[in-house]
């Protein structure tokens, strides 16, 4: 799926979070969207990739694109 054709709701930057708070950043940011909308999340290093990633599919949401262009990760999800 090209990037450019993801339409999302919601951008957060979680770069600069530490520990867990990555993943409570994202929680409460799809809590606040509807099913179906898509969030994009700039992730910026590999370890809160993998916890987001867990996160999400362990709570039901859809990946739809991981992106890493350089040291930028770009994580779009889809809330079902």
Do not use: W
Request: some cysteine; charged content about 15%.
């Amino acid at each position: 799926m090209n990037t450019e054709s993801i339409i999302y709701a919601f951008e957060i930057n979680v770069c600069h979070l530490k520990r867990s708070m990555p993943m409570v950043a994202v929680g409460q940011s799809l809590n606040t969207l509807i099913t179906g909308d898509v969030l994009r999340i700039n992730a910026c290093n590999q370890k809160a990739t993998r916890i987001l990633s867990d996160y999400c599919s362990n709570v039901g949401h859809t990946l739809l694109q991981h992106v890493e262009i350089g040291e930028n990760i770009t994580l779009y999800i889809r809330k079902n």
